[in-house]
T-cell receptor
Framework: QQQVKQSPQSLIVQKGGISIINCAYENTAFDYFPWYQQFPGKGPALLIAIRPDVSEKKEGRFTISFNKSAKQFSLHIMDSQPGDSATYFCAAEKGSNYKLTFGKGTLLTVNP | EADIYQTPRYLVIGTGKKITLECSQTMGHDKMYWYQQDPGMELHLIHYSYGVNSTEKGDLSSESTVSRIRTEHFPLTLESARPSHTSQYLC????????????FGAGSRLTVL
């Protein structure tokens, strides 16, 4: 049973465009939703995270939108740059669990 | 940058060999994790530890074993490697105070011939 479903599996965007990656979760007890970014040959690194008490969080060009009733959250990358080309993972967790469940990942390619 | 060290970074071995992947951290974090990453990207939790002498199996069944004798070390061992064990193994740590962020090492890429 996949608790966090991520789409699309891959995404190609032109430089300057908006990249959007979506995730849906099933467990209503989840209360922490981070996004991780992974470059080739590196481990994933935390990009941005949100808790369900807010509907949106923005850090620079990266925004998380959160819809609690639909059990969905998404990552928006504004003004996408070739340097943003990486694999992105959404994840979810029940606070006291300390075990993140990851989506399957999205390979983002930003063409110059 | 996180101080998580994984060795070796790359390992190619034959079937039946015993291997140990090392993971060490200098941050004093109690919680440590091993994730297996498929060639197609997906991350699966295979082992975790919440402190010394505490180890648990993760969501994905694995033939590997782990130990946590010291806070800073969390090695993963395969007694008899098989081609199905070919994967990337990522070690991670987490503090339960402050930012409470899961931080990954660079990974160990294992190929079993």
């Amino acid at each position: 049973q996949q608790q966090v479903k991520q789409s699309p599996q891959s995404l190609i965007v032109q430089k300057g465009g908006i990249s959007i990656i979506n995730c849906a979760y099933e467990n209503t007890a989840f209360d922490y939703f981070p996004w991780y970014q992974q470059f080739p040959g590196k481990g994933p690194a935390l990009l941005i995270a949100i808790r369900p008490d807010v509907s949106e969080k923005k850090e620079g060009r990266f925004t998380i939108s959160f819809n609690k009733s639909a059990k969905q959250f998404s990552l928006h990358i504004m003004d996408s740059q070739p340097g943003d080309s990486a694999t992105y993972f959404c994840a979810a967790e029940k606070g006291s669990n300390y075990k993140l469940t990851f989506g399957k990942g999205t390979l983002l390619t930003v063409n110059p | 940058e996180a101080d998580i060290y994984q060795t070796p970074r790359y390992l190619v071995i034959g079937t039946g060999k015993k291997i140990t992947l090392e993971c060490s951290q200098t941050m004093g974090h109690d919680k440590m994790y091993w994730y297996q990453q498929d060639p197609g990207m997906e991350l699966h939790l295979i082992h975790y530890s919440y402190g010394v002498n505490s180890t648990e199996k993760g969501d994905l069944s694995s033939e590997s074993t782990v130990s946590r004798i010291r806070t800073e070390h969390f090695p993963l061992t395969l007694e008899s490697a098989r081609p199905s064990h070919t994967s990337q193994y990522l070690c991670a740590t987490r503090s339960t105070s402050g930012a409470n962020v899961l931080t990954f090492g660079a990974g160990s890429r294992l190929t079993v011939l």
